[in-house]
């Protein structure tokens, strides 16, 4: 791609006073992945020029207030449960050292892989009233034993917090990692008790990063349907499916999906403000700092407590998808199922592929371009994560569909061609879904690793005659393989574990093992959900895995 | 203050491992109030080891250690960190980046009043010469600043005793040296008793009031600068501490020992009898140049000092010796020089094995 | 965020990198370029809300019958509609399937689907079970009836769906979510019998009763009976029916209820030819050849349901669990009356 110059533009505005600049290619660019995010986000707004009163207030005389409360339980339970888990676990492998840290070091991210909806599905399947681990109790101890109803908001606040943590652990673990044990000692050699030096300088030093973490466990809590419908928890979510299911009314179903978006607005703002003071929280630290040593009893419960929560978010889980999957394998295994698997893959591939080249181009842009446009632009190219899928994906389907009948009609009275839709029912608009979807997540990764570039390499490569694309490529994309690879990773398993875009924009034919999954569960057949949910779940484990390696030690 | 004839700091024959090696072996040191000690030794010989032990950060094997006349330390006890009364220098500093200079070095005040707080952490920052970046993040200022604020934030509590672990290491040698000066004197304008470890005898010299020289987990020798310079009680001290060479001798008359620089005679504290043969060390201070000596020598190397340069010279009988002269006696590698010994005390050791 | 240290070395990398990109630029193309052209003149275009497995075994056989090509999607139905609404009059939809009136009744009166005029169907099809402007026509039956623990329930206590509000039933009832379409139009039809005040009784009543918080599906609250939890639930006849196939021996039954009144709530799976179908002559006899006797029985039998069909006979395992009075108000209800039914469920507070 040529870089056009500037110079021609300021030369014509120099008169003015102010120097106006046209952007450059790089602008160009960004802005049109932002104008792609502001796309569904437009029409989830524009919704709001029909407001459904009778539905508004019909929630509002009914169950909206315990909607809110329901789903203001949930976020603050599942925050501070991830945070919990997460900063805990996080600490504990990331600043000491005990038994077993090496592994789990990983291993806790393992449970990355594993959908919501498929933590939900089995842990009811396990748990609840019905399920195998209830029913041996009341064999052993009569019928009047009962755990806690799992289908409560506890229940899916514990599922959800096991899912979600390692979002939080990822980001924590690094900051610990960084702080070593120096931190702790200061503080207790300035009086505090390890107690208080935890909560007065450990955990103050990591919060940004914590609060980044916490930031995405928040959106997706917010957003997620799957789980919470499995546990028939109503959520904000959840009637936002029925404004459009129930009642048939997609402004009304917009217009709380708008509410929802305004919300999580803030909570970006919020966690964009938090990240600002990464940069001088990182300041002199060593980068490989000492562990504390933990001994006696302490370092058993570290090892206690990090296998418990890798064996109850991740093996049970695990060993109760392949029990359920070598009930049923003989049946279900066929050559059709193969192609969901490929389908998956090739999807996750590609999306991964391409989001990850524009994360870079945007993310070099930002670099290039520190002026208030384009960071705000790049701000808003990575707003689609916060959407819940399935109202990205009408915001997506509704403007492209429309675009597709003016081609047509165009078409028709210029030419006289009866034209098929150009754009419906492709791969195309699928990756371009995607793409909005996650543009945050393979964003975030790269801009990371982009600010470890310094300044002096670019200046260094320009003496020698690098500029533009060429020095992206042979300077910047080796010096970043880290970074894209960890972009590759989580956005590959996202769109492998992603339902509602995959439903409504996939073209005839491209079913995955998501869509596999909805069909079962939906249906309540969980044991036979089992099989394409493992495969699921082993997919995205590899890139983890190769991901992990390499990254402790 | 507590009495002062109760040492500040007391170790008693402590003994500390890792992974069942000792690395700390049967150490004892007595620190009197308003003493700044310190413990000289390469890396990997105990002593951070032995700081963070007194601090309270690792656990005791055997022995035990009194701040202010209590036990704070022994087998199977120990008191936590934050009650020892003890403040900290670390060798990265470690100073919080997420609170300003200010707050940093109110850190340890919390709990006595807010008026108490502002008065002691602006006297802390005064006596260190931050008052001025109070408002600034760890990361705004220098690597010396970083240090002193470190140094201010360890003793705006009032530690009973201060501990600091290389606390130069991480600045440029004219930095260091200044720092090193201004520490002591606002050490010594305080009255802080410290005791910090070092690798470099320079900053020890330049610091302490008493020295340990430390190897494989023992404390050699315990003295002043002085006495560890010019009356060290091993080889291994002498060899440590300041530069010179072993030459043969034999003790010819009392106080008199003939070497290969000829007859030596001055201050000698040896009781062997005459006829013993003995290891001299010959500093390199001792040596002086000398055109007229009929004593020569041949330059082996030669480094550059500014106003000296020292040289390592082969003797006729085949021993070595350093030799520092004033530079503009400028000679090459392979030259022939005369030279004179200029002994005053003759620091002896028995001939090894 | 992550610090990853890979050890490729740099050229080895690039060249993977760069081959890796062409590839998928290439594939990029080729997909975007085939796919819109897949459909042929001949083609049927399916949209479906019943689910792969259950219409591929027909769709094979009506292709190994007729030659006709047919592709098709699934989703959800909410979707699904909204796609046809979105694709306007370039839809390549020609059929939609779907489950429940309710959605059948949506989709027509929101005008995305024509109404078809065909002896045929006419005579497949029962009244009550098609619309009667030929908007949709049902194409398999299923009842959602009361199933009761035969340990714990004589059938003799049970009734009607009213009665389950009895005070006999206190902590003895369990019910599937409101949010799902099949509660939506068993409450609308109740509406439909009764009107809102009585129903919005019943169905507090119901809730008085419950013994734990409503499922996601009916196979858990079959499930939770097996263990327990509660002796009554109202399901699909279907799901029983997978239950009882897993399992013979389960100790469930089924209970037809309103056997003197208005008769067992029923509802269909159907299908609409599309307003805008380019290939309606095509879908009109794809939708006869479902109603047909031959398709009927794997219509029907692939899970579990009743064949619409009165000529055809429902698979023994369904005819084993007895005949009886279903209720023949035109589902049509279900759907109009959708809507105030979701409202009674909240206002009574049925989750």
Not at chain 1, 266 to 278: S, T, V
Not at chain 1, 519 to 548: D, N
Not at chain 3, 56 to 66: F, K, M
Not at chain 3, 144 to 169: C, H, M, N, Q
Request: charged letters at 20%; aromatic letters at 8%; glycine letters at 8%.
């Amino acid at each position: 791609m040529p870089i056009p110059r500037s110079h021609n533009a300021g030369a014509l505005m120099r008169g003015s006073g102010r120097r106006f600049r046209w952007p450059s290619g790089w602008q160009w660019l960004v802005m049109l992945v932002a104008l792609l995010v502001l796309m569904p986000l437009s029409v989830l707004f524009i919704a709001w020029l029909e407001p459904a009163w009778d539905i508004w207030r019909h929630l509002q005389q009914t169950v909206l207030s315990r909607l809110l409360f329901n789903t203001f339980k949930l976020v603050v339970g599942v925050s501070l449960g991830a945070l919990l888990l997460g900063v805990g676990l996080a600490w504990l492998t990331g600043a000491c050292d005990f038994p077993g840290r090496r592994h789990f070091s990983w291993t806790l991210l393992l449970p990355l892989a594993m959908p919501t909806y498929v933590l939900a599905f089995v842990f009811l399947g396990l748990f609840d009233f019905s399920g195998p681990v209830q029913t041996q109790l009341r064999i052993w101890f009569g019928p009047g034993i009962r755990l806690p109803e799992m289908r409560s908001a506890g229940g899916v606040i514990l599922v959800m917090s096991l899912a979600l943590y390692p979002y939080i652990y990822l980001l924590a673990r690094n900051a610990f990692r960084t702080q070593g044990k120096r931190a702790l000692e200061a503080a207790q050699s300035l009086g505090c008790s390890p107690v208080v030096g935890f909560f007065r300088v450990v955990l103050p030093m990591a919060r940004p990063w914590i609060a980044g973490g916490t930031a995405l466990v928040l959106m997706e809590a917010l957003a997620d349907f799957g789980a919470v419908s499995i546990f028939n928890y109503d959520t904000f979510t959840t009637a936002i499916y029925k404004a459009w299911f129930g009642f048939f009314s997609l402004p009304a179903a917009a217009q709380l999906s708008s509410l929802l978006v305004v919300l999580v607005f803030g909570l970006i703002l919020i966690e964009q403000q938090l990240r600002k003071r990464m940069r001088f929280a990182q300041s002199r630290l060593a980068p490989q700092a000492e562990r504390i040593q933990l001994y006696g009893w302490h370092k058993w419960a570290a090892t206690a407590a990090c296998s418990l929560v890798l064996g109850v978010a991740f093996l049970l889980p695990t060993l109760q998808l392949l029990r359920w999957t070598l009930g049923i394998f003989h049946q279900e295994f066929t050559r059709r199922y193969l192609d969901l698997l490929g389908h998956s893959l090739l999807l996750g591939l590609s999306a991964a592929l391409l989001i990850v080249t524009l994360a870079l181009l945007v993310a070099y842009c930002g670099r290039r371009h520190q002026d208030r446009l384009t960071g705000s632009l790049i701000r808003i190219s990575t707003l689609g994560y916060a959407l819940p899928g399935t109202v990205l994906a009408v915001g997506i389907f509704i403007p492209l569909a429309g675009l597709d009948n003016l081609l047509i009609d165009l078409a028709r009275s210029l030419f006289g061609i009866e034209m098929k839709p150009l754009l419906q029912g492709t791969l195309f608009v699928m990756l371009l879904a995607y793409l909005i979807r996650f543009m945050a997540a393979g964003f975030k990764s790269i801009d990371s690793a982009m600010h470890r570039v310094t300044t002096n390499i670019d200046e260094a490569s320009r003496l020698m005659g690098l500029r533009g694309l060429r020095l992206l490529w042979r300077i910047h994309l080796p010096m970043l393989r880290g970074g894209i690879f960890t972009a590759l990773t989580l956005v590959f398993v996202d769109v492998m574990k992603e339902m509602p875009i995959t439903l409504m924009t996939r073209p005839f034919g491209w079913d995955t093992l998501a869509v596999k999954i909805y069909e079962l569960t939906s249906e309540g057949e969980w044991e036979r959900a089992a099989m394409p949910s493992l495969t699921l779940l082993l997919s995205g484990l590899l890139p983890i895995v190769l991901l992990m390696r390499g990254t402790d030690d | 203050m507590p009495d002062k004839k109760i040492p500040i700091l007391e170790l008693n024959a402590i003994s500390q491992a890792y992974d069942s090696q000792l690395v700390v072996k049967d150490l004892s040191l007595i620190l009197e109030a308003g003493e700044i000690g310190c413990l000289l030794g390469a890396s990997g010989c105990g002593k951070t080891t032995v700081l963070r032990t007194i601090a309270g950060f690792e656990p005791l094997l055997e022995g035990e250690i009194r701040i202010a006349g209590e036990v704070v330390s022994c087998y199977n006890e120990l008191l936590p960190p934050a009650k020892r009364r003890i403040g900290m220098v670390f060798q990265d500093y470690a100073l919080f980046p997420h609170l300003t200079i200010f707050d940093n070095v109110a850190f340890g005040l919390r709990g006595t009043g807010r008026v108490e707080l502002l008065r002691r952490t602006n006297e802390a920052l005064e006596l260190v010469g931050l008052y001025a970046e109070h408002k600034k993040y760890p990361h705004e200022i220098s690597g010396g600043q970083q240090q002193r604020v470190a140094l201010a934030r360890a003793i705006a509590p009032r530690p009973a005793l201060l501990l600091m672990d290389e606390p130069f290491s991480n600045l440029d040698v004219s930095l260091r040296e200044r720092l090193s000066m201004e520490v002591r004197d606002i050490l010594k304008e305080n009255g802080t008793t410290a005791l910090f470890v070092t690798h470099n005898q320079h900053e020890a010299f330049a610091v302490a009031d008493r020295i340990g020289v430390m190897a494989g987990g023992e404390i050699l020798q315990w003295d002043s600068a002085h006495d560890l310079y010019h009356r060290p009680v091993s080889t291994k001290v002498a060899r440590f501490v300041g530069e010179g060479e072993m030459i043969a001798g034999l003790i010819s008359s009392a106080g008199e020992i003939t070497t290969g620089l000829g007859c030596l005679r001055g201050h000698l504290n040896d009781s062997r009898p005459i006829g013993s043969a003995v290891q001299l060390l010959v500093r390199p201070e001792d040596i002086v140049h000398d055109d007229e000596s009929p004593l020569k020598a041949e330059v082996l190397r030669r480094s550059f000092r500014g106003a000296n340069i020292l040289y390592h010279l082969l003797l006729q009988n085949g021993e070595r010796v350093q030799a520092l002269v004033p530079s503009h006696c400028d000679h090459q590698p392979g030259e022939q020089i005369g030279i004179q010994p200029d002994v005053r005390h003759l620091v002896t050791f028995p001939v090894p094995g | 965020m992550l610090i990853t240290v890979i050890n490729i070395n740099f050229k080895k990398e690039r060249l993977f990198m760069s081959k890796l990109l062409d590839k998928f630029m290439l594939a990029l193309l080729v997909f975007s370029m085939l796919l819109p052209a897949v459909a042929f003149a001949d083609e049927l275009v399916i949209y479906s809300a019943r689910k792969e497995h259950l219409i591929q075994p027909l769709i094979d056989a009506y292709s190994a019958e007729t030659g006709t090509e047919i592709s098709f999607i699934t989703d959800k139905a909410g979707p699904l509609l909204q796609r046809l609404k979105a694709e306007g009059k370039n839809t390549h939809a020609d059929l939609l399937i779907t489950v429940d009136a309710g959605n059948l009744w949506h989709a027509a009166s929101e005008g995305m689907l024509q109404p078809v005029s065909s002896a045929i169907l006419e005579r497949n099809i029962p009244i009550h079970l098609r619309d009667p402007a030929g908007h949709w026509f049902g194409l398999s039956e299923r009842a959602r009836t009361i199933v009761y623990s035969t340990e714990r329930v004589k059938p003799a206590e049970l009734s009607s769906y009213e009665a389950l509000g009895d005070k006999s039933w206190r902590h003895r009832l369990l019910l599937r979510t409101s949010k799902k379409v099949y509660n939506q139009s068993l409450i609308a039809m109740l509406i439909a019998e009764h009107g809102q005040a009585q129903t919005e009784q019943v169905v507090r009543s119901w809730v008085g009763n419950l013994a734990t918080s409503p499922f996601s599906n009916d196979t858990k609250l079959m499930e939770a009976i097996l263990a327990g939890q509660g002796d009554v639930g109202i399901v699909n006849t279907y799901y029983f029916g997978r239950l009882q196939k897993k399992n013979p021996e389960l100790k469930l039954a089924l209970f037809w209820p309103n056997q003197q009144t208005g008769g067992v709530h029923i509802n269909v799976s159907g299908a609409g030819v599309t307003r805008h179908a380019k290939n309606r002559s095509g879908a009109i006899r794809f939708l006869e050849w479902l109603s047909s006797e031959k398709a009927q029985n794997l219509f029907a039998d692939a899970n579990m349901e009743y064949p619409v069909n009165p000529q055809v006979k429902a698979h023994p395992a369904v005819a084993a669990w007895g005949s009886f009075k279903p209720s023949t108000q035109n589902l049509a209800d279900a759907g109009r009356l959708q809507s105030d039914a979701i409202m009674l469920m909240d206002r009574a507070g049925y989750r």
